[in-house]
């Protein structure tokens, strides 16, 4: 089941931004196809020592020390490769935890970061495109050989499979004897 087919029936949806994430108030969240990128505003001149980040594969916990609660905390929407997740602060007012998916073969956007957050809408969610040079080797390879096929097809000529299998049988003909013929029994 898709996530907008999910969706379907809740209420309380929010508008996706234009970074792929939603803006919350106490943090915001971007998302591209490999990382989640959660913003969280500070006070003026807040150091590392003053929080409290822990990132693990299922959940996050975000705190400023001597706070009762938690600027985040709960089960992340789907697992991340926490090992490769980072947090930082940029300018001394600005906490920026960056989550690797754990999933970054397959395209998948989360509608939110952490279970029990409103969700955003997946139906306004605009995944920016992405030029076939930013693929991996195996990627970029497959789609130009998709991308040969339809045009082969379209101009009536074999497809690079067609075309393999009659090479394939062209070297099998000429590896054997003369006058040999095949018979079926």
């Given amino acids: 089941m898709s996530l907008v087919e999910a969706q379907k ?31 969280f505003p500070l006070p ?3 150091t590392s020592k003053a929080l409290d980040v822990r990132i693990a594969t299922s959940t996050l916990f975000v705190c400023l020390k001597g706070q009762p609660v938690p600027l985040l905390q709960g089960q ?31 395209e998948e956007w989360w509608p939110h ?23 991996d080797d195996a990627t970029q390879a497959t789609v130009a050989k998709m991308m040969f096929d339809q045009n082969q097809k379209r101009m009536g000529l074999p497809t690079s499979d067609q075309l393999q ?8 003909g ?6 040999f013929t095949a018979s079926s029994s």
């Fill in 113 to 135: 970061v952490v279970i029990g957050e409103r969700q955003i809408d997946m139906k306004t969610l605009k995944p920016p495109t992405k030029h076939i040079r930013e693929f």
């Fill in 9 to 39: 029936g809740m209420t309380d949806l929010i508008p996706c931004n234009d970074r792929c994430g939603c803006d919350y108030g106490p943090y915001s969240f971007e998302q591209n196809d490999a990382e989640v990128t959660v913003i």
């Fill in 174 to 179: 000429a590896s054997m004897p003369p006058g």
């Fill in 76 to 106: 992340l929407f789907k697992p991340i490769k926490a090992a490769e997740s980072l947090w930082s602060i940029e300018e001394r007012k600005r906490l920026i935890v960056t989550l690797t998916k754990g999933n970054v073969q397959y």
């Fill in 165 to 172: 299998m009659e090479e394939m049988l062209r070297k099998a």
């Fill in 44 to 46: 003026p001149n807040t």
